[in-house]
């Protein structure tokens, strides 16, 4: 079993839409939750940090459920610019392992 | 400021070859990786480093050598190469366990 699980998608929704991604991690010692976002191979760069308490950063909501050991990642009135992959990543062992979901692909069309 | 620098670009290698990876950083951090990046798979990190002279294996060490001399420089090292290496590979440092990844920009290696 991966460590970091997502649902690959590929999820295609139109402008607009509010999509869900969902995130289950097997560590149940893990300390540091991340969604990263990956356009076209690029470098993976930092979306938002996940908090016990859960937060939000514009159009963009994240969730932690530690008892059932998983992340969610909503997202409101989708751009196509929202377009991407997007990454769920875990940090165990001190924070110095960080380990990253296979990525769950987003299509937002017009 | 330069971030994360990686070099080469790209690479084509011959099955057997070795060849070093370079992976310098400039923001004095003491933590950086190695990842390595196949379709369906997501990133997997092969090596990781919390300061210079530590370094840890990740999930996929096999026929990987890395070493942290100094605190900007963290090389992997592909002994014999196999087409079973050829994939994206990226390097990247932070401050510490709860801080943002910074990445290089990659390296597209095949191995033939």
Known sequence: RKEVEQDPGPFNVPEGATVAFNCTYSNSA??????????????????????SSGNEDGRFTAQLN???QYISLLIRDSKLSDSATYLCVVSNTGGFKTIFGAGTRLFVKA | ?????????????????????????????EYMSWYRQDPGMGLRLIHYSVG?????????????????????????????????????????????????????SGTQLSVL
């Open chain 1, 66 to 68: 530690r008892a059932s």
């Open chain 2, 52 to 104: 210079a002279g530590i370094t840890d294996q990740g999930e996929v060490p096999n026929g990987y050598n890395v070493s942290r001399s100094t605190t900007e420089d963290f090389p992997l090292r592909l002994l014999s190469a196999a087409p079973s290496q050829t994939s994206v590979y990226f390097c990247a440092s932070r401050t510490g366990p709860d801080e943002k990844l910074f990445f290089g």
């Open chain 1, 30 to 51: 893990s300390q540091s939750f991340f969604w990263y976002r990956q356009d076209c191979r690029k470098e993976p760069k930092l979306l938002m940090s996940v908090y």
């Open chain 2, 1 to 29: 400021n330069a971030g994360v620098t990686q070099t080469p670009k790209f690479q084509v290698l011959k099955t057997g070859q070795s060849m070093t990876l370079q992976c310098a950083q400039d923001m004095n951090h």
